[in-house]
Structure formats: C-alpha cells, structure tokens
C-alpha cells in the first residue's frame, strides 16, 4: 500500500511569507500528526489530528496551524515565516492515536 | 519534570557483535513504548512497540525490553551489520496519548 505522501519534498521561502504543506496519510488512517525536526531540537511534536478534529498540541506560537479533512489529509501552515523556521518537518500517521506510526520524508523548509 | 533520556553519544559497534541502546525516563507511567530507527534526511521508521504489561519483545535480530520499575527501555539489535547504522529513537506515550521523543543514539556498525 502507499505510504505516506508529503508535498513538496522541499521549499525555500522568504522571511514573513506563509507556507502550506501537505500530508496525505496511509489510507485507512485517521491519526496524523506533525513534527519540526532540527539538529539541535530532535523532534518536536507540533499537533496531532484524529478524525478532523485536533487532539493535541505541541509548544509552538500561534503562527503554526494545521487541519485535518474528511478524507484524513491534512495541511499545516506556517505564517510570518522567521529563520528558525528552517526545519524538516515531518507528518505521521497511525490508524489510531498513539499506535505505531508510519512517517513521510518529510518537507524541507529552508527560510532565507 | 518529565524526561526521556537517550544517550547522546554515538555508539560504535563492531560487525556481528550485539548493539544494546538504553532510554530511560523520569516521571512518566506509560502505557507503552516504541522504537524508531531513522536515516539521514528520512522520516522514522517504526520498529516495535511494548506495553508496560510485557517485559520482552522480539522481531527477527532486534529485541525490546521494558523495565517499569527502573523506567528503562533497552533495545538489541543482534548480529549487528553496517546496514543497522543509523539514529535509533524510543518515544513513549503519554497520559493525553501523546508521544514523547527522545533525542536518539546514533549507532555505528564497524565492518
């Protein structure tokens, strides 16, 4: 089966713009979370969404969001983008929460 | 406050032999625990899963075990090859049913 599609594979943006990525998850999976992975920070979870609603939220400013659809994929958004911001971020998925989750190859962001 | 500790060090392993990593936590009780590994530039992987119910979990060459009591997770990997070398991450979860990450231990494999 498919795994786990993260669009696009990589992304330079510009200090204050916005971006959108996107997840769409194993079909048959409900459970999507994302994550910011840095060298120094390892991961940091960002939020987790299980049947279009958001379950959990990590600490980050209000800048990040996220939603989920009726079909389980799911967007973030980054606005006001700042340098670090740079990252790898990652979206997961799992048929339920907290069960083994499969992750994408994440989205290079790089913020110039 | 809560942590989840992974020896930050590389380990170095020679070929065949058995790689143990250790993650270790303070004030969590968790349902369970997985184990990712993850190469450069790539998402994680995930390996096992254990609940506090199970002491031992095996698949194939790599083994988990799960200590309550000490709040340690050791992971083996048996017979050791190159193609094991990578940064290995325990997560656990928490009482929203949240994962929690460790930094991971990155392990060598010498031929």
């Known amino acids: 089966k498919a795994g786990v599609t993260q669009t696009p594979r990589y992304l330079i943006k510009t200090r204050g713009q916005q971006v959108t990525l996107s997840c769409s998850p194993i079909?048959?999976?409900?459970?999507v979370s994302w994550y910011q992975q840095t060298p120094g920070q390892g991961l940091q979870f960002l939020f987790e969404?299980?049947?279009?609603?958001?379950?959990n939220k990590g600490n980050f400013p209000g800048r990040f969001s996220g939603r989920q659809f009726s079909n389980s994929r799911s967007e973030m958004n980054v606005s006001t983008l700042e340098l670090g911001d740079s990252a790898l971020y990652l979206c997961?998925?799992?048929?339920?929460?907290?069960?083994?989750?499969?992750f994408g190859s994440g989205t290079r962001l790089t913020v110039v | 406050s809560q942590k989840i500790e992974q020896n930050s060090e590389a380990l170095n392993i020679q070929e065949g032999k058995t790689a143990t990593l250790t993650c270790n936590y303070t004030?969590?009780?968790?349902?369970?625990l997985q184990w990712y590994r993850q190469d450069p530039g790539r998402g994680p992987v995930f390996l096992l899963l254990?609940?506090?119910n199970e002491k031992e979990k095996r698949k194939e060459r790599l083994k988990v075990t799960f200590d309550t009591t000490l709040k340690q997770s050791l992971f083996h990997i048996t017979a050791s090859q190159p193609a094991d070398s990578a940064t290995y991450l325990c997560?656990?979860?928490?009482?929203?049913?949240?994962?929690?990450w460790g930094a991971g231990t990155k392990l060598i494999i010498k031929p």
């Open positions: 997961a998925s799992s048929t339920i929460p907290g069960d083994g989750y499969t």
């Open positions: 079909s048959g999976h409900r459970s």
């Open positions: 969404y299980f049947s279009e609603t958001q379950r």
């Open positions: 004030n969590y009780s968790p349902a369970y």
């Open positions: 254990i609940r506090e």
């Open positions: 997560a656990l979860l928490d009482s929203n049913y949240q994962l929690i």
